[in-house]
């Protein structure tokens, strides 16, 4: 362990002002337990193990004491084992809840064909009964083919990555039911075809056009956008700055929310994000003068 060594809080590097005997302590601490974890691991047959194992071992036993919300100083002046069995619990809560949503997620799945949503969905439920969150609390590991409107951060892992992946799985899926689901299939066909077998995602083509049929003063259900549409848009758009365009996407996320009576405050603030991710693709099709390729017609 190096001399610096310090337990990040939820995943950042946070150095914090150790005095030496503090660092020696803490250090000591987790190798203790890092030995007891190789013990149980191996049913206290012994407390070697190869390299790799040890290395996921500690990275695991890492990620229980952040979850406990535990510092390098923390840990220097606590009972390690006390603050370790609490990551534990926490975790195990945790595992808990993310079957729960993984559940809901299941129920309120959208009825429209895509081979990677429905294989994520069952890999997932099949990663839930061979996660060793004991002993590798920081690896869920689970084949996620399905790609979101707004992609999980990397920093995040074990069981904190799937929650966050179902958190915003099931915002797409309130998303998605607001709308006609005919028309969101015709959509997807006139975006991409082959929809069904494709790594798309569902959710993002009829959020898009709904943000701009609001941007319009239009019914963002309708989701069909005509040509004249986009000239609306484009007038409506192209005299402002970014800031000014930041902002008319922003209005137009929260007046969707209200049509689409969504009052969810993570759904709505995920619409909002998404507003804000267009921008880039909007002033790119203005600059062109065509915009038919961020906003679809539905046929």
């Not at 390690?80 to 595992?95: H, N, P, S, T, Y």
Request: glycine share 4%; charged share 25%.
């Amino acid at each position: 362990m190096k001399e610096e060594f310090f337990i990040p809080i939820d995943g950042a590097a946070v150095p914090e002002t150790l005095t030496d005997e503090e660092r020696r302590l803490a250090q000591g601490k987790l190798w203790r337990l890092l030995a007891d974890r190789a013990r149980r691991y191996t049913q206290m047959d012994s407390s070697s193990v190869p390299v790799e194992t040890a290395q996921e071992l500690l990275a695991s036993v890492l990620f229980t004491l952040i979850e406990a919300s535990a510092t390098t100083k923390v840990l220097a002046g606590a009972d390690a084992q006390v603050l370790f069995d609490d990551g534990l619990r926490i975790i195990e809560e945790k595992v808990e809840q993310g079957r729960g949503l993984w559940r809901v997620a299941c129920l309120s799945a959208p009825d429209i064909e895509n081979l990677s949503y429905r294989d994520t969905l069952r890999n997932m439920g099949d990663s839930f009964q061979h996660y060793d969150w004991r002993y590798f609390a920081h690896r869920f590991d689970c084949s996620i083919d399905y790609q979101l409107c707004r992609p999980v951060p990397e920093s995040l892992q074990g069981i904190e990555y799937i929650n966050e992946y179902l958190r915003r799985l099931l915002a797409e899926n309130s998303i998605l039911r607001r709308f006609d689901r005919d028309l969101t299939v015709r959509l997807l066909m006139s975006c991409c075809p082959d929809y069904r077998e494709l790594l798309i995602n569902l959710c993002e083509p009829a959020v898009t056009n709904a943000i701009g049929l609001s941007l319009i003063g239009k019914n963002s259900l309708a989701l069909d956008i005509s040509r004249a549409d986009r000239e609306k848009i484009t007038e409506t758009l192209a005299p402002r700055s970014e800031k000014q365009a930041r902002a008319a996407l922003s209005q137009a996320a929260e007046d969707f929310c209200r049509a689409a009576a969504l009052t969810d405050e993570f759904t709505c603030s995920y619409i909002s994000l998404m507003a804000g991710d267009l921008y880039p693709r909007l002033a790119a099709a203005l600059g062109a003068g065509e915009l038919s390729g961020v906003f679809p017609s539905v046929d």
